[in-house]
């Protein structure tokens, strides 16, 4: 398939996780790049309008628009993206801090905190997703975790029962906070009101500066909100050591400005 067509469907897909778009975007943009260079900026600027919630995927442009080499940092951001040390550091700290009597709650996507209970660890899980999305996540965590049961987001204060810690994975981050999508955001909320901690599990490519971020969630509208930092207790990145303002405030792609320059 021509790169082109590649892209087109990037653009189009929205039941990938993200490691899956952003990865799949790399090696395109990469192939791209080896032909035409200057193609992979306006390339970059579509996918990103498309899909302007997805975390890895900017994180994937960033680097590739300001490399002189796409191919070989396409090559490299895979890698990254396929090799994420964070569901290490997230069952290391869930180890640390639960017990297989804890109850653990959690918000779509569960794509990394799937692969950190698969490598250690089993608890009682309740997960909180949008009708399309539970039956999927329902079906990747039921293997790793004790007893999953799943509720909806308007379901929170009966699924937060009781739980000792809320799990949420951004749609993407950046200093100012946390995006996630509206109803994951009413979640949060009410974990704050029940003293539940939450923590943020930001797999690679999760954290952008700050320019972006506030692209990306202008582009997405209404369909997300921007969390506040205080709202969060932990912040489990590639490091584990769950600062919150010093994860938030470490994106590690270049600022992005192309992307970003001449936008509304």
Do not use: N
Not at 200 to 219: D, F
């Amino acid at each position: 398939m021509h790169p082109i067509e590649r892209l087109r469907w990037i653009a189009r897909t929205d039941d990938e996780p993200a490691t899956s778009i952003a990865g799949e975007a790399a090696w395109t943009l990469g192939e791209l790049g080896s032909k035409d260079p200057a193609a992979v900026l306006t390339a970059s600027r579509r996918l990103v309008e498309r899909q302007p919630t997805c975390g890895p995927l900017w994180w994937v442009c960033a680097h590739l628009v300001a490399s002189v080499d796409p191919f070989e940092t396409a090559r490299r951001l895979s890698a990254e993206l396929y090799s994420d040390p964070v569901p290490a550091r997230v069952a290391d700290s869930l180890a640390a801090s639960f017990t297989s009597s804890d109850l653990l709650g959690a918000t779509s996507p569960v794509d990394v905190l799937q692969q950190a209970l698969a490598r250690r660890g089993r608890y009682r899980l309740r997960l909180l997703a949008e009708p399309r999305a539970l039956r999927r996540d329902l079906h990747l965590v039921g293997s790793v975790a004790d007893e999953v049961t799943g509720f909806e987001p308007d379901e929170a204060d009966e699924a937060l029962a009781a739980a000792s810690v809320l799990l949420v994975e951004p749609e993407l981050a950046s200093p100012d906070g946390l995006l996630v999508a509206e109803p994951y955001a009413q979640v949060v909320e009410a974990a704050h009101r029940r003293h539940v901690p939450v923590w943020a599990l930001l797999g690679t490519g999760r954290v952008l500066p700050a320019a972006l971020g506030e692209r990306a969630r202008a582009l997405a509208g209404d369909r997300v909100r921007l969390l506040a930092p205080r709202l969060l207790a932990v912040a489990v990145d590639e490091t584990g050591d769950g600062d919150v303002a010093r994860a938030l405030s470490t994106p590690s792609c270049p600022p992005g400005t192309e992307l970003t320059r001449g936008a509304p």
